[in-house]
């Protein structure tokens, strides 16, 4: 079993930015991939950004590509997402979720464990 935990988010006004932390604890070892997503309301969660968990490459969606940064710390056992300009399109509920097997999909489906999620709210 792998538990993941969000932490960050919060209120901020268009253009700024803010840092989402999920630490993960557990079965690290068989982390093969950690990757954040979103939820807005009335809509489906989609995915955001993802990364290998021990080689490092990275993944992103087109609409964040440019804005939003994800890196780990594996000593650390912590995925974070920098996110940069923000806007008002990305308020949503973030969720942070590893997953143990291969795939090369970023489908919510490919994630085997997920975090309780945690709000981001864009002002305009």
């Known amino acids: 079993q792998v538990q993941v935990v969000e932490s960050g988010g919060g209120l901020v006004q268009a253009g700024g930015s803010l840092s989402l932390s999920c630490a993960a604890s557990?079965?690290?070892?068989?982390?093969?991939?950690m990757g954040w997503f979103r939820q807005a309301p009335g809509k489906e969660r989609e995915f955001v950004a993802a990364?290998?968990?021990?080689?490092?490459?990275?993944y992103y969606a087109d609409s964040v590509k440019g804005r939003f940064t994800i890196s780990r710390d594996n000593a650390k056992n912590t995925v974070y997402l920098q996110m940069n300009s923000l806007k008002p399109e990305d308020t949503a509920v973030y969720y942070c979720?590893?997953?143990?097997?291969?795939?090369?999909?970023?489908?919510?489906?490919?994630?085997?464990?997920w975090g309780q999620g945690t709000q981001v709210a864009v002002s305009s």
């Open positions: 979720a590893a997953r143990t097997i291969y795939s090369e999909q970023n489908a919510p489906s490919d994630y085997n464990y």
């Open positions: 990364i290998i968990w021990s080689g490092g490459s990275t």
């Open positions: 557990g079965r690290t070892f068989s982390i093969y991939r």
